[in-house]
C-alpha cells in the first residue's frame, strides 16, 4: 500500500537548520509532484513547497522563500526539506504529499493531494 514516512523533525532554537526526509513507497513516485506541508495548532494546513516530477521546477510559499530548499531523489523515492534560518513561527507538523501532475501546476495544487503522510513536528523555541 501507499506510505508516505516522514523523519528529521524535532526542536531547535531559532536561527537553527533541520532536515526533513519522506520516503515514498506503494506507488509510482516518479508519477507525482511532491510537496510539504505544516499545519500549527489552530491554523489551517499550509502549502510550504512544491517540486515536480523531474526535480527541476519548485514552488515555495512567501513565509518560507529563500530559507527552506525542496528537493527530491527519484533513484531513492525520497524527498527532503532543508530548513534553514528557523523561526518561532515555523513550528508546526510537517507533512510530506504526493501531488496529482495535473494539478501540480495549478493555483489550486494545494487541493489536489494524492497521498499524504502522518507527519513530523518540528518545534521552534526563540
Known amino acids: 500500500q501507499v506510505q508516505l514516512v516522514e523523519s528529521g523533525g524535532g526542536s531547535v532554537q531559532a536561527g537553527g537548520s533541520l532536515r526533513l526526509s519522506c520516503a515514498a513507497s506503494?506507488?509510482?513516485?516518479?508519477?507525482?509532484?511532491m510537496a510539504w506541508f505544516r499545519q500549527a495548532p489552530g491554523k489551517e494546513r499550509e502549502g510550504v513547497a512544491l517540486?515536480?516530477?523531474?526535480?527541476?521546477?519548485?514552488y515555495y510559499a512567501d513565509s518560507v522563500k529563500g530559507r527552506f530548499t525542496i528537493s527530491r531523489d527519484n533513484a531513492k523515492n525520497a524527498l527532503y526539506l532543508q530548513m534553514n534560518s528557523l523561526k518561532p513561527e515555523d513550528t508546526a507538523m510537517y507533512y510530506c504529499?504526493?501531488?496529482?501532475?495535473?494539478?501540480?501546476?495549478?493555483?489550486?495544487?494545494?487541493?489536489?493531494?494524492?497521498?499524504w503522510g502522518q507527519g513530523t513536528q518540528v518545534t521552534v523555541s526563540s
Open positions: 504529499a504526493a501531488v496529482s501532475t495535473s494539478g501540480c501546476y495549478s493555483k489550486s495544487w494545494t487541493r489536489r493531494v494524492s497521498y
Open positions: 506503494g506507488y509510482t513516485y516518479t508519477a507525482y509532484c
Open positions: 517540486i515536480n516530477s523531474g526535480g527541476d521546477s519548485v
